[in-house]
């Protein structure tokens, strides 16, 4: 039932930047807090950073002053804005509906060049 397809990542050069999108369905998408997460080869899973459904944002240190997260909930979509990309950046980002953590999408791969 639930569903999650994250889109937008690819290959940019150190301090470009990539708009991640995150399409949900099977849950009542305004209620939930979405996160996105992201997984390098022989890393563990780390949350990089979240929204509740008012709007209260959670932002893991590496990544604040440089990525934002937003949400339509008219389009039940969360997004991640990031900007001033770093080649340590580069890991395949997921996003997560926090009463739903069990359900994971495929990730979308963000690969960042020096």
């Known amino acids: 039932q639930v569903q999650l397809v994250e889109s937008g990542g690819g290959l940019v050069q150190a301090g470009g930047s990539l708009r991640l999108s995150c399409a949900a369905s099977?849950?009542?998408?305004?209620?939930?807090?979405m996160a996105w997460y992201r997984q390098a080869p022989g890393k563990q899973r780390e949350l990089v950073a979240h929204?509740?459904?008012?709007?209260?944002?959670y932002y893991a240190d590496f990544v604040k002053g440089r990525f934002t997260i937003s949400r339509d909930n008219a389009k039940s979509t969360a997004y991640l804005q990031m900007n001033s990309l770093k080649p340590e950046d580069t890991a395949v980002y997921y996003c997560?509906?926090?009463?739903?953590?069990?359900?994971w999408g495929q990730g979308t791969q963000v690969t960042v060049s020096s």
């Open positions: 997560n509906a926090k009463r739903y953590g069990s359900y």
């Open positions: 099977g849950f009542i998408f305004s209620i939930n807090v």
């Open positions: 929204i509740t459904s008012d709007g209260a944002i």
